[in-house]
């Protein structure tokens, strides 16, 4: 079992950056693929980026690509999984949540294993 805590995100002007951090107990961290899912009000919860359990390979929900730049990377020395966000927008309000995947990488919030509690983004016009 894993334990996720997600920190960094907060109220940014649009144009602005953020960069949450997921922080996961345990000592099989590096043998999970982690994501992270974003949830604005009235909405379902949605895929943002994921990385495998090596950080060799990341993936990207297309409403994100191109939109603003964003990178996931990870650092299994210190069991903690990092979204980038750049020129953020206020569509880009939500609350963020950090996602381990035993199963291999999924964009299907039902097939995560373990979840964050989440952090709200907020961004301002």
């Known amino acids: 079992q894993v334990q996720l805590v997600e920190s960094g995100g907060g109220l940014v002007q649009a144009g602005g950056s953020l960069r949450l951090s997921c922080a996961a107990s345990?000592?099989?961290?590096?043998?999970?693929?982690m994501g992270w899912f974003r949830q604005a009000p009235g909405k379902g919860r949605e895929f943002v980026a994921a990385?495998?359990?090596?950080?060799?390979?990341?993936?990207?929900a297309d409403s994100v690509k191109g939109r603003f730049v964003i990178s996931i990377s990870r650092d299994n020395a210190k069991n903690t999984v990092y979204l980038q966000m750049n020129s953020l927008k206020p569509e880009d309000t939500a609350v963020y949540y950090c996602?381990?995947?035993?199963?291999?990488?999924?964009?299907?919030?039902?097939?995560?294993?373990?979840w964050g509690q989440g952090t709200q983004v907020t961004v301002s016009s």
């Open positions: 996602a381990a995947e035993l199963g291999g990488v999924t964009v299907v919030p039902a097939r995560v294993d373990y």
């Open positions: 345990g000592r099989t961290f590096s043998s999970y693929d």
């Open positions: 990385i495998t359990w090596s950080g060799g390979r990341t993936y990207y």
